[in-house]
């Protein structure tokens, strides 16, 4: 085996095959944080707030990342145990200041204080425990944290700025540091599951938060009809992520020249893209529940589409990464679905969540078609090569 052979070259190792139950209430404590952000949107649906949910998502889910990182390649002990259920604490004061993190200094210096302390717990459990084998956040990810709580003690306007350069910095440290993906270890179901189980979280807020907007309100025939329509979103949503990704990804991962492209772009990444896409389905999907039949006259309308058309678009780019080429049916039905969210100001917001609906069945329907008869799924946007192209 040559040198360069070798440095590509990834231990996949199975030692973490299932997530466990320390994990499971890890993921609960995650949820809520999420559904924090996503109330926070729903309740003020304007771009720079958009913005702003964004700031404070981030971090929660690359620190989650790091933490599933961490876990991965290690076998379960009580002292693990107790590892996840500190971070745990840390992620539910994250989620606690997350809504008004930007807004208020109090607010701030609780969640960037969690954060640190959640970064400390995640650097310390890597070193002790797994530093040779997987992306140490340790140095980058603490400079991180530190530099958010720096901003924390900042004005207003200059806490935001700094706010987002640390953030977007952040989000280019895989990319700067993809040489330590080379000796990153894996379990090629344990991962998989992981994120899998985040975008069950995502979709689990949409139904939680149209449940809720629809109990509050009177049931007339339209309501219930959004509501159903909502649910049927998700249905769709769900379909088109677990009928056929969630196993792509554990078969990448066995079978990619360099299974450290999958880490970084399909689940680091493109996992970030698909869960975004997913609240700005649930946001839009509550106000619809609000009033059906209002024609907004306002580009908030088209959160709805947008979300779904980002959800699609994005299997584009992982399914490029893993396999070398987009499936036609989601680059197309995204599309599609752009248009609708162009269209949506103009509309009533039911006939906008109907056409939504029927475009996401849509794809489902033609794609099931397609595999049941033996057909192929026709692709586009091909990929020149799936080469070892970390740097």
């Not at 969690?114 to 717990?121: D, M, N, P, T, V």
């Amino acid at each position: 085996m040559t040198d360069a052979t070798a440095a590509t070259t990834v231990p996949a190792v199975q030692v973490r095959d299932r997530a466990t139950w320390a994990e499971l209430f890890f993921d609960l404590v995650l949820a809520f944080g999420v559904g924090q952000i996503a109330h926070l949107l729903a309740g003020h649906p304007t771009w720079p707030v958009l913005g702003q949910c964004l700031l404070v998502l981030v971090p929660l889910w690359w620190a989650w990342v790091d933490v599933v990182m961490a876990m991965n390649a290690v076998h379960e002990t009580n002292l693990q145990r107790v590892f996840l259920l500190l971070t745990a604490l840390a992620v539910y004061g994250m989620a606690v200041a997350a809504p008004q993190a930007l807004d208020d200094r109090e607010q701030a210096l609780l969640y960037t204080g969690s954060y640190l302390a959640l970064r400390l717990l995640i650097g310390e459990a890597i070193r002790k425990e797994c530093a040779l084998y997987t992306i140490h956040p340790y140095r980058a990810g603490l400079a991180f944290a530190l530099a958010l709580f720096g901003a924390a003690l900042l004005p207003g306007p200059w806490r935001e700025v700094c706010w987002a350069v640390a953030v977007l910095a952040e989000l280019s440290a895989p990319v700067l540091l993809s040489g330590h993906l080379r000796r990153l270890a894996f379990g090629v179901n344990h991962l998989p599951e992981r994120f899998g189980l985040f975008i069950i979280i995502a979709l689990g807020e949409n139904v939680f938060s149209v449940g809720a907007g629809v109990a509050k309100g009177p049931l007339d025939p339209v309501r219930l009809a959004s509501l159903v329509l909502a649910f049927l979103i998700g249905c769709a949503l769900w379909w088109l992520y677990f009928h056929l990704v969630a196993s792509a990804v554990a078969h990448a991962l066995r079978t990619h020249p360099t299974p450290a492209v999958v880490v970084r772009d399909v689940l680091s990444y493109g996992h970030l893209v698909l869960v975004t896409g997913l609240l700005l389905v649930s946001v839009g999907a509550v106000r619809t529940v609000r009033d059906p039949l209002l024609i907004p006259h306002a580009a908030v309308a088209g959160l709805l589409p947008a979300g779904a058309a980002l959800f699609l678009l994005t299997f584009c780019h992982t399914r490029r990464r893993m396999f070398g080429a987009a499936s036609a049916t989601r680059f197309y039905g995204g599309l599609v679905l752009l248009a609708a969210a162009v269209a949506a100001p103009f509309l009533p917001a039911l006939a906008v969540l109907a056409l939504t609906t029927l475009l996401l069945l849509g794809v489902n329907t033609v794609e099931h078609w397609l595999l049941s008869t033996g057909r192929s799924v026709p692709l586009v946007w091909r990929a020149r090569s799936l080469g070892a192209d970390l740097t």
